[in-house]
């Protein structure tokens, strides 16, 4: 995650500032990223790693992620904290709430055992992914029951780049079962296809999003939400294929030049060439 963040700053040169114009008494708020909360959620659907005699390698699954901001921040520091339905930069304070939705589509690329840990572990490819940011001067999302999130104004959007890796530690036991635990993490590189200019300006073209998931006792006392955004197939309970992960992130914009997006790309290959194989 760290690693990641550095080779995206390294690509953006000198920090890229953004303007969000909110109106009311806050007005114009100076942004370089988004802190989604750390109890956002993230739905894995259709995964078969450790199945069949292939043990799921190079099949795919979906993940779908809901979460809401509690912060902007840039070089410095926070510019904007939301706290329930307000938004105040310290001074002023706004009626509205900032959310994300997005799809991922990813590759079972190798399961296996941790010779050092003992414990089982997945890595993962994305193949492809999109994902939305939304304001909403209604504010209506509930982390809890998993609904709301895309009822805003679409503020920004984009995809995710392929090919990128990440990985998953089974602690102990499986989605699902007593005392299951399991974490992992993903640094998810993108683009930015989609800005609303009435609100964002200058357009970013290039995001970052660090995220971090949890499952079971790692989740800690996060509340599973009850649905997920209307979709289908969404169940009150866990299994091996279909299970709810705490979701944490944080989303960075840029405008990097051509000639650091290539080392970038370079530097996200020799990331992946560092996941272990078993």
Known sequence: KTVA????ALAAGQASAFNLSL???????NFEGIDWDSNGAAWVQGFQGG??????????????????????????GNTLSF??????NGTAFNTVEMTIFAKLTETVTNVGVDPITGKSFANFEVVS?????????TPDASLASGSGFTDGTKILGGGFTAGVA??????NGTPGAVNANGTG????????????????????????????????LSAGGWTRPSGFE????????????????RGDANQDFSIPEPTSMALLGLGFAALGIRRRKA
């Open 129 to 137: 992914g999109a994902w939305d940011v939304f304001l909403d001067t």
């Open 185 to 216: 993490s993903n640094a998810l590189f993108g683009d930015v296809t989609f800005t609303d200019s009435a609100y964002v300006t200058p357009s970013p073209s290039a995001t970052l999003a660090s995220t971090t998931l949890q499952y079971g």
């Open 51 to 76: 199945v069949g005699p292939t043990l799921g390698i190079g099949s795919t699954f979906d993940l779908y992620y809901m979460s809401k901001a509690t912060a902007l921040y840039d070089s410095v």
């Open 166 to 171: 990440g990985s998953f530690d089974n602690l």
């Open 83 to 88: 706290i329930g339905s307000i938004a105040t």
């Open 23 to 29: 109106g009311g008494a806050v007005g114009n708020v």
């Open 230 to 245: 209307g979709l289908a197939g969404y169940a009150a309970f866990d299994t091996p294929a279909s299970f709810v992960l």
């Open 5 to 8: 963040a550095g080779l995206f």
